[in-house]
């Protein structure tokens, strides 16, 4: 399987337009525009019957204590964990692209309703779920896409991993508000194929 996109090429930084936040010289960071990037997939195998697509990020802090705080920094050493961004499934097998914008559009404080995703696809939750547990300005469940908002204060640029999965199934029957792992290990026993594309982002000047 192959997957490219229209928003930012493999490899490469991704523009900020599709991110949680920006750079802001004097506060860290602003909330960006928050776009879901272009995607499209193609030689599958055939049997396909479905897609999944999971959009994580390996490099999170495996310990978020000094995550944007004054005087801190996140070493490079430090044990990295997944922080997943995106769940989609139930991709119909007719489906093979995934249009700018047509998944989220803007940060939504205390979260985006769900599971329902355009064209009877099903959206998981992201981890931005767990990330704002206890915000009371914030918290809530997060379904589908919610881009990169890494630490400001990483020592590392983040990497973002977004991984097309072909499936034997037409549907996966996952409970509501499944996240990236879970959905994961349930459809796993059915994948045929897959294809990753993969951004870069930092919200670290002295990294950028």
Request: charged letters at 20%; a negative charge.
């Amino acid at each position: 399987m192959k997957i490219f996109s229209n928003s930012f090429n493999n490899g490469d930084a991704i523009p900020s337009r599709y991110c949680f936040a920006s750079i802001d010289p004097d506060t860290h960071v602003a909330l960006a525009e928050n776009i879901n990037p272009h995607l499209i997939w193609s030689e599958f195998p055939a049997g396909t019957k479905s897609f999944a697509l999971i959009c994580h990020d390996p490099d999170a802090p495996s310990v978020a204590d000094d995550a944007n705080q004054e005087g801190r920094t996140i070493p490079a050493s430090l044990p990295r964990a997944d922080f997943f961004h995106w769940v989609l499934f139930n991709i119909p097998a007719s489906v093979t692209e995934i249009a700018e914008g047509s998944h989220c559009s803007g940060v939504t404080p205390k979260g985006k309703s769900g599971p329902d995703a355009p064209g009877g696809m099903s959206h998981g939750i992201n981890s931005y779920t767990q990330w704002f547990a206890g915000d009371a300005d914030m918290e809530g469940n997060y379904f589908g896409y919610d881009g990169p908002c890494p630490p400001w204060n990483d020592e590392i640029p983040h990497h973002y991993v977004f991984s097309i999965y072909a499936l034997d199934v037409e549907s996966i029957e996952a409970e509501p508000g499944v996240d990236g792992e879970t959905l994961y290990e349930e459809l796993e026993i059915h994948i045929l194929d897959g294809a990753a594309i993969t951004g870069t982002y930092t919200l670290n000047p002295s990294v950028a």
